[in-house]
């Protein structure tokens, strides 16, 4: 079997007429397409505000033109991800602020390419989940559009207060607790849905999952 980077150096012309769209990493760009060979009408980044600039070139340097979307409002790339999983240390150290926070292509197209700035918003299944950054984000600028249906429970943005709840040694004993206690009302009332929990930190990740140990026994 040719490996695929091969085969497309082999007949660059006829990939390019089978397939005249090609949607790839830009890394993998780089890998399976040689310089050269492959040139394209419009190169287009998705998530642009993830995309290291060094990463992008590649892609550039094979397009006529470039379209470059992305939110500048995300968070740009990190050093974070790029650390090893093995190093404890790391991993468990909830104090990110070593971690270096980098340009993307986004932040340095903008500096000088022509920008615009899109106004709709429609991917939320309720208005509730995108309200909030809409005001203390965006201004108020994204243009949504309210649910179908009428507020319910178990729909959009529900806070829940845990009172005496006390960030300490890097967790917080009574959220972990309370985070259980409402996986078990989820799964009592709807056992059909499945369920989602998400810490912020990887010590109250292990937290909640020793209350959930804790919980089946």
């Known amino acids: 079997v040719m490996p ?9 012309e006829l990939v390019q007429k089978i397939k005249p769209c090609f949607m ?7 890998y399976f397409l040689e310089a050269g060979k492959f040139e394209f009408d419009m ?8 995309i290291f600039p060094q990463d992008a070139i590649g892609a550039i340097f094979r397009g006529k033109q470039v379209v470059i979307v992305g939110d500048t409002k995300q968070m740009p790339p990190s050093s974070f991800f790029n650390k090893s999983n093995s190093n404890e240390e790391d991993y468990d150290n909830d104090d990110y602020s070593d971690d270096i926070m980098l340009d993307s ?6 500096v000088n390419l022509p920008s615009c700035y ?14 909030f950054s809409n005001k203390e984000i965006y201004g108020n600028k994204l243009i949504t559009f309210p649910s179908c249906r009428p507020r319910e429970n178990n729909m959009g943005v ?5 009172k005496n709840g006390i960030y ?27 369920l989602g929990i ?7 990740q292990e937290k909640i999952e020793d209350e959930i140990q804790i919980f089946r026994h």
């Open 24 to 30: 790839m990493s830009p890394l993998s760009v780089s």
């Open 168 to 194: 300490h040694n890097n967790v917080n004993a009574l959220e972990a607790k309370r985070c259980v206690s409402l996986m078990k009302i989820h799964f009592d009332t709807t056992p059909e849905r499945s």
């Open 158 to 162: 529900e806070y829940i207060h845990v």
């Open 198 to 204: 998400i810490a912020f930190s990887a010590r109250q």
């Open 105 to 110: 292509i986004l932040d340095e197209a903008s």
């Open 118 to 131: 899109l106004l709709w918003h429609y991917r939320s299944k309720h208005e509730d989940l995108i309200a």
């Open 43 to 50: 190169v287009i980044f998705d998530e642009a505000s993830q």
């Open 4 to 12: 695929v980077r091969k085969l497309f150096q082999n007949i660059p």
